[in-house]
């Protein structure tokens, strides 16, 4: 894509972002209101993905005690709960990146109304306000992007894994998932821990903020 190109699709996208605040404003959503419904729906992607991450998981275990049959049967449900998986942890990324950008948006604005408020009083208090609120949320947003970057090796060895079995569509291809499994189940251990954290990340912070918001 040439540089010019680029630049009319950023332009684009900004005008998009911008018919999008305001339609949302004429309804009484302001920017505040978007990005708490946006960690709200954040969070329960990430619960929709922990219970797939283990859904999955159980799907390899139960694998494991194969006694012989059809190994094509075996790799389509693998393959059927990874693209599962897969495609849950696709939208949690999606969804943090939709929240980068309306809390990106929305602290520059809080910060360009501060510059011109006349109130030293007032403008002070919301500037407070403002560092409190992004230290939160930035603390959120750390705990989300640390799901994303631990989700994605989990994913990756279900998917190594279903590959395998794919190239290979024999007993001991899905006899090989015994060596893997145990590190498997710590893996998703891990991240179902850190999901949970972050859920409790968002409802603190989506309760801290002022009553309104």
């Not at 994913?155 to 291809?173: G, R, S």
Request: overall charge positive; aromatic content about 8%.
């Amino acid at each position: 894509m040439s540089r010019f190109a680029l630049v009319l699709l950023c332009f684009s996208l900004a005008s998009c972002t911008e018919l999008y605040y305001k339609a949302q404003e004429k309804i009484g959503n302001e920017k505040r209101d978007i990005l708490v419904d946006r960690i709200k729906k954040g969070r329960e992607d990430q619960e929709k993905a922990k219970e797939q991450y283990k859904t999955t998981l159980e799907a390899f275990q139960a694998a494991t005690g194969f006694k012989g049959g059809q190994t094509e049967e075996v790799y389509k449900k693998l393959k059927k709960s990874y693209d599962e998986a897969a495609g849950r942890t696709k939208t949690v990324s999606d969804r943090i990146t939709s929240i980068e950008q309306v809390s990106s948006d929305m602290f520059s604005e809080w910060e360009k109304e501060l510059s011109g408020m006349k109130n030293g009083e007032l403008r002070n208090k919301s500037n407070v306000m403002l560092k409190s609120t992004r230290r939160r949320y930035t603390e959120l947003l750390r705990k989300m992007k640390a799901v994303e970057a631990k989700a994605k090796p989990v994913v990756k060895a279900f998917e190594d894994q279903v590959l395998f079995i794919k190239h290979n569509l024999n007993a001991e291809a899905i006899t090989s998932l015994k060596s893997n499994v145990i590190k498997m189940d710590a893996d998703v251990q891990i991240l179902i821990r850190d999901i949970e954290i972050s859920m409790k990340e968002a409802d603190a912070f989506i309760a801290s903020l002022p009553p309104g918001s």
